[in-house]
């Protein structure tokens, strides 16, 4: 007698044949809901942290309910952690539309681009909840934090390869007070979008560039 092969043995109901007639369509389907939960809850976190926002308040924007928010993300951590890939994304998409050589450049994370104060509210709000505790917003904070400074020091010690930043400063120093001012310009400007925070970042670069020659 030989023995049963995969085949033999495979499940072959009403379930099985259901999910091999799932289509392209149900899937683009699926993949639009998905994105839809994530972009309306993206904003809520920004304005509640992660411990007071709801998913019911997230369903009521999408116009779904909460269980079928549940069926798309099995739980309220697991839609957080979708929202801040989502974030991390947008991040990258900041440095990759700006200036790459250029320390000017970093001006893009002062977020005065259309539709940044959302994203940069919730990196503030974050950071709340990462002094709380909260796992899963530690690690972007951390994650996020490394992803500045390496950006930031790889742009200094560009440009003081090409003399416009004053050789005789110490780049790790240099990077610490540049991300520092970039988080808190961030800031500011969440809190009053009157100021011109692009100005005060150019004085500060200003002050890291070369003394004038003496004659």
């Known amino acids: 007698m030989q023995p049963p092969t995969d085949e033999s043995v495979a499940p072959t109901g009403p379930a099985t044949r259901r999910r091999r007639r799932v289509s392209q369509r149900q899937l683009d389907e699926r993949a639009e809901i998905r994105a839809a939960i994530v972009a309306a809850a993206l904003p809520v976190f920004a304005e509640r942290g992660y411990t007071q926002t709801t998913l019911d308040a997230i369903a009521k924007l999408v116009g779904i309910t909460r269980s079928g928010i549940l069926h798309h993300f099995a739980s309220k951590e697991l839609l957080f952690r979708a929202v801040l890939e989502r974030q991390k994304a947008w991040a990258q998409e900041q440095v990759d539309s700006a200036d790459r050589s250029s320390v000017r450049g970093l001006s893009a994370f002062l977020g005065r681009a259309g539709g940044a104060r959302v994203p940069l509210q919730l990196v503030h709000v974050l950071e709340a909840e990462a002094m709380a505790g909260n796992e899963a917003a530690t690690s972007y ?5 490394d ?8 742009r200094l010690e560009e440009s003081r390869a090409r003399g416009e930043v004053d050789p005789a400063i110490d780049l790790d120093e240099a990077t610490t007070l540049v991300a520092a001012a970039l988080h808190g310009l961030q800031a500011a400007r969440l809190v009053n979008e009157e100021l011109d925070t692009e100005r005060a970042f150019d004085l500060l670069l200003r002050r890291l560039a070369p003394p004038p020659h003496q004659p």
Do not use: C, I, M, P
């Open 141 to 145: 904070v951390v994650t996020r934090a």
């Open 147 to 154: 992803f500045v400074r390496g950006e930031v020091h790889r």
